[in-house]
């Protein structure tokens, strides 16, 4: 459903991104990595035309994004959650900021309130509805921002480095429901530096000098970031490998093989 | 700063925000064309409001602190360039008369700020808000959007100030006081400040954020208390200017 | 001579209905030499107690002293804050470097010998001075912003989440220069990142609402965050080597690298 072909993106400081092809079919769950300056975060906005390619094409559900009479339209489909969970914010109650994007979609007003009471108990902070958003913790705020997002029934949801700011604790819950969101047929591009983040994408793709470096399922791809000294990988799969074990991305499937 | 908004069930905060704008502009009128005698019991008024409204009256008058300054220097200019009798016999540019305007000036600035920390106590930001954007429907899609950024623009200013707190401390450590402190807080509070927006703006575009947006979710009614607020205001307007 | 932190609590916004209590009755010694390791989640109060023990704002109630005497910015502590880059603005980074040093009593020379110096630590060049810190990058800036601090002598640094939006590469890097600069100052390294904290500090204090709650070394704190069932807050690595533990297997849960990790393994079950 999200198609980049051949994308070519500078900034006037230098070049970002060179010749990248990219697909993220609908129900997909994928993963992306790559160090700062890789060209992660300006991939990550050019997917929902925040940003324009100087050469190529970013199609989303077949439309173009360089059509700006139909951004909308692919802005209903992808939604975005972004890495600072105070920047987001649009309303000054939790309620407000997921009235938001509902007002814009234009939802019948009688709609509104039970949408947002069944996303704020999916994600497991109704107690939060007409709290302030600046007395939350980050990892509320970033809870609250994917709310936000989710309550807007997008199609592809796009995570840029989703929990680097949020604590350890809130960081699991936020990944769980990213794993949920999935598995409930959305498709998710997380886009992160943690490998223990993406165990369960069906594709993982990591760009280097704003090429793609690697690109296959989280056990290829590790498997060469382990071989070629790349990239960080999962403990657990690092594990796996040094100890001759077969390739566990979790800590569940090495301690089971391990202790047999 | 005139103070922030705490959240709670006095009298006053139950009125409907637009009420209270439309008041606060009322009560601005009158300030400025009362006589010292009505300027007198709008100061009273002022002191039994603040309780009404659940600030205690040492806040309130905490609220003119930052601005005495200001007063001091008005009082000062009206005293020395207000012509008639002299003061006293070795200053004979300061006149009775500059002191008496110059008390008067003073005390409408003072009602002034009074009065709008009051408001400011009892509405909400986004209270605030709904009211403005209420009286700027009849400009159509640019008076929605500009109440709209207004909204927005307000949800920044505590960020604005903790920022600014932590770019004191941090320069500070690095050595940087007095003036040269000044561009040593001014440059990455503006560069914080740019960033700042760029991610919000993103954040609003990706939700579908877009001009001439009609659809909204809140709605208000006038209550009984917003009429009989506005009752007694008519009263004391009414009061003043005729009497 | 060591930090003292006695009875120390803050209060925000004291008598107002915004008060809040950052910290609570802290008592904490960090001894000279070495890096000491402060954890704890956004809200902990660690950020409060840096600014605190930096000598930058006064504790409601309580005492820090350094050396015996209180805490002096750019004397005998200094501070580097989290996004240390944003806070650059001179034409020249050498302008902005030689601020901290300008009430030392030094002359032109002795201050250009000190920054040099400091550059030296962090490993940059010399040639950098000259330009405008708006046209470096970030990762070379953040580390100039170090050399700054480094370069007005203080015993203590504070450094508030050094590695925050770096990617691995850079982190480790910033915890390699961290390690060799420890040599000669004593570093009081704040994270929320456990690895990090394992792999560099000597000693550790956890802070959780305002209060500490643990004082020790690695392998002590992750004995009590086993007891304590807080297990889960471990890196992964050691959460895997406490469960092979619970399993009965004879392992150490606090080994910090990967190495180790196999090693230990490898030790009590040939696969």
């Known amino acids: ?34 160090q700062n300056g890789s060209g992660k975060t300006t991939l990550a906005r050019l997917i929902n035309g925040l940003l324009q390619p100087n050469k190529g094409m970013v199609r989303v559900n077949g439309i173009s994004t360089q059509d700006r009479t139909r951004l909308l339209e692919i802005r209903r489909s992808v939604g975005m959650v972004f890495q600072n969970p105070g920047a987001q914010a649009v309303g000054e109650t939790v309620e407000e900021d997921l009235v938001f994007g509902l007002e814009n979609l234009g939802l019948p007003i009688s709609e509104i309130g039970q949408r947002i ?44 480095e989703p929990v680097s700011m949020v604590d350890a604790r809130h960081r699991k819950i936020v990944l769980q429901h990213i794993v949920q969101l999935n598995r409930n047929g959305t498709a998710v591009v997380n886009i992160t530096h943690d490998p223990e983040e993406l165990v369960e994408c069906q594709k993982i793709i990591v760009l280097s000098e704003g090429k793609i470096a690697v690109q296959g399922t989280p056990v290829e791809v590790f498997d ?33 093989e391990l202790c047999q | 700063m005139i103070g922030k908004y705490v959240h709670s069930s006095s009298s006053i905060h139950q009125l409907d925000p637009r009420t209270k704008l439309v008041l606060m502009l009322g009560m601005s009128l009158a300030i400025y064309g009362a006589s010292p005698a009505a300027l007198l019991f709008l100061l009273v008024f002022v002191l039994f409001l603040s309780p009404a409204s659940g600030m205690p009256v040492k806040r309130l008058l905490g609220s003119l602190r930052p601005v005495l300054l200001f007063f001091g220097i008005i009082f000062l200019m009206h005293v020395l360039f207000t012509p008639g009798a002299p003061l006293l016999e070795n200053l004979p540019f300061a006149t009775v008369e500059g002191v008496w305007t110059g008390g008067i000036q003073v005390l409408r600035f003072i009602l002034l700020i009074m009065y709008t920390s009051i408001l400011i106590h009892t509405t909400s930001p986004s209270g605030l808000n709904y009211a403005l954007m209420y009286f700027l429907r009849p400009l159509g899609t ?102 | ?151 007005m002598r203080p015993k203590y640094l504070i450094m508030d989440e050094p590695t925050a939006s770096l990617d691995p590469r850079s982190r480790n890097k910033v915890i390699e220069i961290i390690n060799s600069v420890s040599k000669d100052v004593t570093i009081i390294y704040i994270s929320h990142r456990l690895q ?31 007891e304590q069932n807080k297990a889960g807050d471990l890196p992964v690595l050691n959460q895997v080597m406490v469960e092979l533990q619970h399993q009965g297997l004879d392992v150490d849960p606090a080994v910090n690298t990967l190495e180790l990790a196999v090693e230990q393994v490898l030790r009590v079950k040939v696969p």
């Open chain 1, 1 to 34: 459903m999200i198609e980049l072909d051949n994308i070519y993106f500078a900034y006037p400081a230098g070049k970002v991104l060179d010749g990248v092809h990219l697909r993220v079919d609908k129900g997909e769950y994928v993963g992306l990595m790559g």
């Open chain 3, 196 to 226: 990090e904290i394992a792999a560099i500090s000597d000693h550790i204090a956890i802070m959780e609402q305002g209060k500490v709650v643990f004082t020790g070394i690695w392998q002590d704190y992750v004995r009590w965050a086993v």
């Open chain 1, 224 to 256: 060469q970031l382990l071989n070629e000294r790349m990239l960080e990988v999962p403990t657990a799969f690092a594990l796996s490998k040094q100890l001759g074990l077969s390739p566990n991305l979790t800590i569940p499937g090495l301690l089971e």
């Open chain 2, 142 to 243: 640019f008076g929605m959007d500009l109440a709209f950024m207004t909204g927005v623009a307000m949800t920044l200013i505590p960020d604005l100030f903790r920022e600014i707190t932590i770019i004191k401390k941090a320069q500070t450590a690095r050595g940087y006081r007095g003036i040269k402190g000044f561009t040593a807080l001014v440059v990455p509070l503006l560069y914080r400040s740019f960033h700042r927006v760029d991610e919000l703006s993103d954040a609003l575009e990706s939700r579908c954020f877009h001009s001439g947006r009609r659809n909204y979710y809140y709605t208000r009614m006038l209550s009984g208390k917003d009429f009989l607020a506005g009752a007694v205001f008519v009263i004391i307007f009414i009061l003043i200017f005729m009497v």
């Open chain 1, 117 to 160: 009471a069944q996303y704020l108990d999916l994600l497991g902070i109704p107690e939060l509805r007409n709290r302030n958003i600046n007395t939350l913790s980050g990892g509320q705020k970033q809870l609250v921002n994917l709310a936000a997002v989710m309550v807007m029934q997008p199609d592809c949801i796009i995570l840029d």
């Open chain 3, 1 to 151: 001579m060591p930090v003292t932190i006695r009875h120390l609590t803050h209060i925000y916004d004291v008598g107002t209905p915004w008060e809040i209590k950052a910290l609570d009755r802290i008592d904490l010694t960090i001894m000279e030499g070495g890096v000491f390791g402060l954890v704890g989640e956004m809200g902990s109060g660690k950020s409060t107690l840096a600014t605190l023990m930096a000598g930058l704002e006064n504790p409601t109630y309580g005492k820090i002293t350094i050396d015996g005497d209180s805490p002096r910015p750019g004397v005998n502590v200094g501070i580097l804050f989290q996004q240390p880059e944003d806070f650059f603005f001179e034409k020249t980074l050498f302008r902005d470097m030689v601020s901290g040093l300008e009430n030392k009593g030094l002359t032109q020379e002795e201050r250009r010998l000190q920054i040099h110096s400091s550059l030296d630590m962090v490993g940059l060049d010399h040639q950098i001075l000259d330009m405008s810190p708006f046209h470096l990058n970030r990762g070379t800036l953040r580390l100039a912003a170090f050399a700054s601090v480094l370069a």
